[in-house]
């Protein structure tokens, strides 16, 4: 019994095999995601699989383990998948990611009259579409770092088999946004809106669009797949926004942290950036089952220190409930409620609160792997 690597361009694939036999595999995407302003170097698991016959023998945990392993080795700071239910906790997985469904009527939706126009998506606009998205979600945990060198196109919608179709918004020459939406789905699926700067005018303009498209479809509701706090979200609450906001239990967008030194170093400048305003000075110890991590801070200053001796405050925390913290997917008030997190003294709550504020977590439909 032996896993064997085989690499290809950003992805490693796993393979266990039995007698010779291929049983069980699956494939290490290497990606830059994004934690606040800082970017990690993230490992996401896909392609989870094993031969029907083979089934039930422990395989897939093997190459699960394994591949914690090879992360590990190969410097990846935290690793994300999205998985079947109650499967997926037992590698230190905890969920990371909420869904955010938005609904719209077409017919509350304005017929606005501007100097924009659209045109489908093409290569030619492939630099002015990235540098809006990477300007847009600059400071939005979760998102993917997509690059001139490896990012081409949409390359699936809302589903795995779906595909997404693609419009830009141009002022003139210069696009100005993008609507990203499933092809031919019903009702109407928006997976991904772009804009350079928010303003009325535009975001008027990209729900007109919207709207004609829908009515192209004869959709009358139109869904939006986009994180409620985005300035465009919040533009469509004038026109009877519903929103839902799900948090799946041990399912679906799913994170750990892989190397905890690593993590947090790069995170340094993020975490330094939340203290501003703070009035508060000491070590803060966090001791988890992977490792442990301690930071010297006063006031807004924040340096990781190697050495966890005179904290003022310890958390004893699972790493993957840390994750949570660090994704802003739960609170601290929140996470200090569970039996297996402990913090020693209560007056560091508050600056627990400024480090690892809940926030609105997103993974681009698109780039989901």
């Keep these: 019994m032996e896993i064997k690597k085989a690499r290809q361009e950003r992805a490693t694939k796993l393979t266990l095999f039995v007698g010779g036999e291929p049983v069980s595999h699956l494939w290490v995407i290497d990606y830059k995601m994004r ?205 009877d926004l519903k929103l839902t906001i799900e948090f799946p239990f041990n399912r679906d967008g799913m994170g750990r942290i892989v190397n905890l030194e690593t993590l947090f170093s790069k995170i340094q400048g993020t975490l330094r950036n939340r203290l501003l305003g703070n009035n508060l000075g000491g070590k803060l110890a966090i001791r988890t089952d992977i490792g442990e991590i301690s930071m010297n801070i006063q006031e807004d200053m924040l340096f990781i220190s190697p050495n966890l001796d005179n904290s003022t405050w310890v958390l004893t925390i699972p790493q993957n409930k840390l994750m949570q913290l660090i994704m802003g997917y739960r609170s601290v008030d929140d996470i200090l409620l569970d039996e297996d997190v402990h913090l020693n003294n209560s007056q560091g709550i508050p600056l627990l609160r400024r480090l690892f504020p809940k926030g609105f977590p997103h993974l681009s439909i698109p780039d989901r792997f």
């Design 35 to 239: 934690i606040g302003s800082s970017i990690v170097r993230m490992g996401g698991i896909a392609g989870v699989w094993t031969e029907e016959k083979h089934r039930l023998k422990g395989y897939a945990s093997r190459v699960l383990n394994y591949s914690l392993e090879f992360m590990r080795e190969e410097g990846y700071d935290v690793s994300l998948l999205f998985g079947i239910p109650n499967f997926y906790h037992r590698f230190g997985y905890a969920t990371v990611l909420p869904y955010y469904t938005a609904q719209l009527e077409t017919e509350h939706l304005p017929s606005f009259q501007s100097r924009f126009k659209a045109e489908p998506f093409g290569p030619k606009f492939r630099g002015p579409l990235l540098h809006i998205y990477n300007h847009n979600n600059a400071t939005r945990t979760g998102t993917l770092v997509r690059s001139p060198q490896e990012w081409e196109t949409f390359t699936h919608g809302s589903g795995w088999s779906s595909k997404a179709i693609a419009y830009v918004i141009l002022d003139g020459e210069e696009v100005v946004g993008y609507i990203v939406a499933d092809e031919k789905d019903k009702p109407f699926v928006i997976i991904e809106v772009g804009y350079n700067e928010p303003s009325s005018e535009l975001f008027s303009s990209l729900l007109t669009q919207i709207k004609f498209f829908a009515e192209e479809r004869n959709s009358p509701i139109i869904h939006l797949s986009l994180p409620p706090d985005d300035p465009f979200m919040e533009f469509c609450q004038r026109y």
